[in-house]
């Protein structure tokens, strides 16, 4: 497939500060993080969602929009998360990644969803300090890259306030993943298929790819 341009100084300004080529087939991506019980379910004469688990997990939700191209569909997209946790007083960074890849996606303009988390025991080993506080969300820098043939062809950051320049945060968990001392957690962001929540809500995200 070839890769669409789009057009504007508001889009070439965006490649340029997140480090795109100007092919960006993704856009408007919204990263919103929240703390999670984990569901469980009872079974009695109809089966029930209930609130399960005692440990809070981390929850990254992305919501995007797609950008129309001709066949209408793109195979083998992957979204690459790296996760700057609040640093422990005396203690080097820890950069928790992952990438969740996706079979197809519709490129129909519509916007669209994801999801990615973090199990408890990773939160519990390497930012012990956490309260699991919605305040505490604002502490942590998490950068989503969406690659295409390994290309970057969307990103986005969550934003603790309305103030915050998405390319401070892109750059803060740069510097992180370049600093030699950061403890680099690979394989630590869990697919919705390896999760809990692999079950519910299934028509409202895209299939995932099994990993290999």
Request: charged residues 25%.
């Amino acid at each position: 497939m070839r890769a669409r341009t789009l057009s504007g100084v508001g889009a070439l300004l965006f490649c340029a500060a997140l480090n795109l080529s100007a092919q960006v087939y993704f856009k408007d991506v919204v990263v919103k993080p929240r703390w999670a019980l984990d569901p469980g379910f009872s079974s009695g004469n109809v089966e029930q969602l209930v609130t399960g688990g005692v440990f809070k997990w981390l929850e990254i939700n992305v919501d995007y929009k797609t950008v129309p191209t001709k066949g209408g569909w793109m195979d083998n997209v992957v979204f690459k998360y790296d996760i700057l946790l609040p640093m422990q007083k005396g203690a080097p960074p820890v950069v928790l990644s992952g990438q969740v890849g996706y079979w197809s996606i519709p490129m129909d303009g519509k916007i669209h969803h994801a999801q990615a988390f973090v199990h408890p025991r990773f939160l519990q080993r390497y930012a012990s300090q956490l309260k699991f506080k919605g305040r505490e969300l604002k502490d942590l820098r998490v950068r989503v890259t969406i690659l295409f043939n390994d290309s970057p062809v969307g990103m986005g950051v969550n934003k603790p306030s309305t103030r915050t320049d998405p390319r401070a945060i892109v750059a803060e968990v740069g510097k992180a993943l370049a600093n030699m001392r950061t403890r680099k957690v690979k394989d630590s962001i869990f697919s919705r298929n390896e999760t809990p929540w692999a079950i519910l809500n299934l028509d409202y995200y895209e299939l995932i790819k099994k990993k290999k």
